[in-house]
Antibody, heavy 122, light 107 residues
């Protein structure tokens, strides 16, 4: 059974940093692309970053480019999102998602984690 | 970026009804279109991929169609557990983008 378990969500001040983790199980982690999708309070879904199965290729939405870094550790079956220079508008539930292919594009999202809440406030 | 436009943004229907939600892409995405269901306080669930293929375990009451720029999600014989928010998403081009969502409510 595929399981994705996010952690690391917290209250942080504007300008601060946070690292999210997503522990994956139930599939061959290095064979599949992973992404982060976020949802601001009472808003829709926004894809913000993806990484290839190998970890070599990374992709970002303009809203987070230059501030967030996605990475993965296949020895730990874990996906990460390093978030720097956080803004109030980054406040959201962050979901870890698995893609059904080696790259986030041309591969559908087939599994979602339960999400972790990031609150950005002074 | 490819814009995904869903209509309607909200929809009221009764148990037993059949409803259709529309999703339009701002450019051709062939059939790289997915649909997700989200219930309040829960993570989204994957329903349909490649415009018309059901994920394992998704009941056949859900069906998808379309290609190019115009797509539909149809839900037949609505049950109380189907009332939720539905999102379409294109995965043809970076950045991957979602529609704004359609909230399906009980009439």
């Amino acid at each position: 059974e595929v399981q994705l378990l996010e952690s690391g969500g917290h209250l942080v001040q504007p300008g601060g940093s946070l690292r999210l983790s997503c522990a994956a199980s139930g599939f061959t982690f290095s064979s599949y692309a992973m992404s982060w999708v976020r949802q601001a309070p009472e808003k829709g879904l926004e894809w913000i970053s993806g990484i290839s199965g190998s970890g070599i290729s990374t992709y970002y939405a303009d809203s987070v480019k230059g501030r967030f870094t996605i990475s993965r550790d296949s020895s730990k079956n874990t996906l990460y999102l390093q978030m720097n220079s956080l803004r109030v508008e980054d406040m959201a539930i962050y979901y870890c998602v698995k893609a059904d292919g080696r790259y986030p594009v041309l591969a559908t999202i087939d599994y979602w984690g339960q999400g972790t809440l990031v609150t950005v406030s002074s | 970026d490819i814009q995904m436009t869903q209509s309607p943004s909200s929809l009221s229907a009764s148990v037993g009804d059949r409803v259709t939600i529309t999703c339009r892409a701002s450019q051709d995405i062939t059939t790289y279109l997915a649909w997700f269901q989200q219930k309040p306080g829960k993570a989204p669930k994957s329903l349909i991929y490649a415009a018309s293929s059901l994920h394992i375990g998704v009941p056949s009451k859900f069906s998808g169609s379309g290609s190019g720029t115009d797509f539909t999600l149809t839900i037949s014989s609505l049950q109380p557990e189907d009332f939720a928010t539905y999102y379409c998403q294109q995965y043809n081009t970076y950045p991957l983008t979602f529609g704004g969502g359609t909230k399906l409510e009980i009439k």
